[in-house]
């Protein structure tokens, strides 16, 4: 059964820093893409970062570029999400994702529950 859990939310002051975990399970790892998104109240889901498993390639949302840094540690089934320079435009709640494929049924989104970011003086 594949589980991504997140930690790491919080409330933090403009121009602060907060490192975002996601321990994952139930699948192989080392293999995935995983992926951060935010998503503000009603609005769209938006990508912020991603992570190849194995050449180890990342993306980035112009939004973030330069101020946020995605890191994995295969031996401990774990993505992270270091951000940096946080703005009040940061504020939201950011999930972890994956997708995987199950036969008969083709490629899957798996999501955690999520973690709030607030960006606040």
């Known amino acids: 059964q594949v589980q991504l859990v997140e930690s790491g939310g919080g409330l933090v002051q403009p121009g602060g820093s907060l490192r975002l975990s996601c321990v994952a399970s139930?699948?192989?790892?080392?293999?995935?893409?995983m992926k951060w998104y935010r998503q503000v109240l009603e609005k769209q889901r938006e990508l912020v970062a991603e992570i190849q498993g194995t050449t180890i390639y990342t993306n980035y949302a112009d939004s973030v570029k330069g101020r946020f840094i995605i890191s994995r540690d295969n031996a401990k089934n774990t993505v992270y999400l270091q951000m940096n320079s946080l703005q009040p435009e940061d504020t939201a709640v950011y999930y972890c994702?994956?997708?995987?494929?199950?036969?008969?049924?083709?490629?899957?989104?798996?999501w955690g529950t999520g973690t709030l970011v607030t960006v606040s003086a």
């Open positions: 139930g699948f192989s790892f080392s293999g995935a893409a």
């Open positions: 994702n994956t997708k995987i494929y199950k036969a008969l049924r083709g490629w899957m989104d798996y």
